[in-house]
């Protein structure tokens, strides 16, 4: 089993950067593929990235492409999002969650486990 608990999220303006962190619990950190989504007030939650068991692969939304950057640290158990360039639209609550399965890896149903995510509220 494996905790998780986001941290990083806050109030900033357009253009500027967040990185969001997620502490995992549990010794079998490095089995579980990452992913990052989000969940805008009234929308339904969508898939914003993944990164695979070793790190090597990774995996974007569109919407975030070339300004969203994912990460991990698997002797810190920690995964990472690098957000550049943050738009009003990314404002929303950002879970972290994991997976242990390689497949549907940007459908919320294909993970395990959640944390219960942090606000980023980007302003105009």
């Known amino acids: 089993q494996v905790q998780l608990v986001e941290s990083g999220g806050g109030l900033v303006q357009a253009g500027d950067s967040l990185r969001l962190s997620c502490a995992a619990s549990?010794?079998?950190?490095?089995?579980?593929?990452m992913g990052w989504f989000r969940q805008a007030a009234g929308k339904e939650r969508e898939f914003v990235a993944r990164?695979?068991?070793?790190?090597?692969?990774?995996y974007y939304a569109d919407s975030v492409k070339g300004r969203f950057t994912i990460s991990r640290d698997n002797a810190e158990n920690t995964v990472y999002l690098q957000m550049n360039s943050l738009k009003p639209e990314d404002t929303a609550v950002y879970y972290c969650a994991a997976s242990t399965t390689v497949i549907r890896i940007t459908q919320a149903g294909s993970y395990d486990y959640w944390g219960p995510g942090t606000q980023v509220t980007v302003s105009s």
């Open positions: 549990g010794r079998t950190f490095s089995r579980y593929g």
């Open positions: 990164v695979g068991w070793t790190g090597g692969s990774t």
